[in-house]
């Protein structure tokens, strides 16, 4: 489908932000720990493995406290992939409505969301359940987040006024999207993934979220955009 495009959701890990979260809980692991866990991760990554089961023996091992999800965000945010910030205002000028949705928790995804100025009811990630004292209880297992296939539900359930919607992202779980939105954008900018690469309907390799622009906008919104000198300099 041709734009324009109502709107752009991005994911989080690896394409909003160059890290990803759950590898950044290892350093509150020991050793042993860590080296199994960063498997694992390859692997769901990869789709050698399956995510869900990956997702509950990688948490359930970590049992992340509130603290550690405070540090996750705040390393997210001081590692964002180049221009995300700028490209994220250059769409919401042109009237495009921006949503996250992350496979990894929501405390953490949410303060990329504040950051990046993203209104938070356009925010899905995974929930955590806690103790009164802030230790981990559990994971809530009724997000779709942690399957495979568990970012179509969330496309498809948007505002009707998201629609025709654009999807950015690095991973599996991202290209599942594809049948269910307007089009697919691979980004590589972090991580090109060989399943994305071949199977996105546009792929990015350039470090800089500004790359999409290109694929996401109208030759009559790319004019405007380079008339705005806030953002003209995205296009070049
Ligand atoms: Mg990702």
Redesign the pocket.
Known sequence: MSPPFASVYF?????LSSI?GIDELLQFADSALRKDIAELTTQA?NGTLPLAQVYESRLSKLAPNRKQLDAIGEHYCSNLVPDAKATIAALQSLGKSVGIV??GLLIPVQQVARHLEVPLEHVHAVPLLFHDDGSYQDFDHNSPLWRNGGKVPIVQGAPEAHHPMVFV???IT?LETKEHVARFIGFGGVVARDAVLKNADYFVHENSLAAILPHVLTAQEVIALSQDPNFSSLLS
């Open positions: 994911d989080c890990d690896s394409t990803e990554m992350s496979g992202g690095d991973g991202d």
